[in-house]
Nanobody, 121 residues
Framework: QVQLVESGGGLVQAGGSLRLSCAASGSIHSINFMAWYRQAPGKQRELVAHITRGGRTKYVDSVKGRFTISRDNAKNTVYLHMNSLEPEDTAVYYC???????????????WGQGTQVTVSS
């Protein structure tokens, strides 16, 4: 069984910063892609950023220059450093990982439970 547990969400004023963390645990052999998604009320879930095992990153245009995704492979943890937060960043943020469990032949995709980020104006 694999679990992704997020932490670090909360309420912050516009212009402020937050750091989200997501730790994967369980019978994990290796983790390929790790990513952060978000879903605002009434909107579809969107990919915010992803990072490969080797550290290559990609961001949605709206967060480029403000958010940084990073990972610690030894800890099976991915982070999202969010700076210059805007009210439009308010959403539930979800961690996502494409990983292989021990003794499996292929990767599976897993989601965290989500953490609320609220940015006040």
């Amino acid at each position: 069984q694999v679990q992704l547990v997020e932490s670090g969400g909360g309420l912050v004023q516009a212009g402020g910063s937050l750091r989200l963390s997501c730790a994967a645990s369980g019978s994990i052999h290796s983790i390929n892609f790790m990513a952060w998604y978000r879903q605002a009320p009434g909107k579809q879930r969107e990919l915010v950023a992803h990072i490969t095992r080797g550290g290559r990153t990609k961001y949605v245009d709206s967060v480029k220059g403000r958010f940084t995704i990073s990972r610690d492979n030894a800890k099976n943890t991915v982070y999202l450093h969010m700076n210059s937060l805007e009210p439009e960043d308010t959403a539930v943020y979800y961690c996502n990982a494409t990983l292989r469990i021990v003794a499996a032949y292929y990767d599976h995709n897993y989601w965290g439970q989500g953490t609320q980020v609220t940015v006040s104006s």
